[in-house]
């Protein structure tokens, strides 16, 4: 089994910054992907970045790319955003699961563990 504890989230103004965090404890040997997903007003839970540990390889929701950065320190995996919009308000998770092929999907399917959630508010 693998935990995942999210922190970072907080209250921000339109155009800021904000990195989030989330640390993996427990069977980590078991898991090749990690990602960040977020749940919004809609109550839809959208894939946004997910790194595979193997070659670093990373991937990117369209309707994010080139505002957020995904990286890793070791168990930690971090979510660096900018240019941050009220629409990107909402519950932030991580996430973590094996996936084959070498690249990992951002569906939700994908993925057999989540951390608890980290809230972003961001004000205009």
């Known amino acids: 089994h693998v935990q995942l504890v999210e922190s970072g989230g907080g209250s921000v103004q339109a155009g800021g910054s904000l990195t989030l965090s989330c640390t993996a404890s427990?069977?980590?040997?078991?898991?090749?992907?990690m990602a960040w997903f977020r749940q919004g007003l809609q109550n839809e839970r959208e894939g946004l970045a997910a790194?595979?540990?193997?070659?670093?390889d990373v991937r990117y929701a369209d309707s994010v790319r080139g505002r957020l950065t995904i990286s890793q320190d070791k168990k930690t995996l971090y979510l660096h955003q900018s240019d941050l919009r009220p629409e990107d308000s909402g519950t932030y998770y991580c996430?973590?699961?094996?996936?084959?092929?070498?690249?990992?999907?951002?569906?939700?399917?994908?993925?057999?563990?989540w951390g608890q959630g980290t809230q972003v508010t961001v004000s205009s």
């Open positions: 996430a973590a699961g094996f996936q084959l092929g070498g690249r990992c999907r951002l569906g939700q399917t994908f993925y057999k563990y």
């Open positions: 790194r595979y540990s193997g070659s670093g």
């Open positions: 427990g069977n980590t040997a078991g898991i090749n992907c």
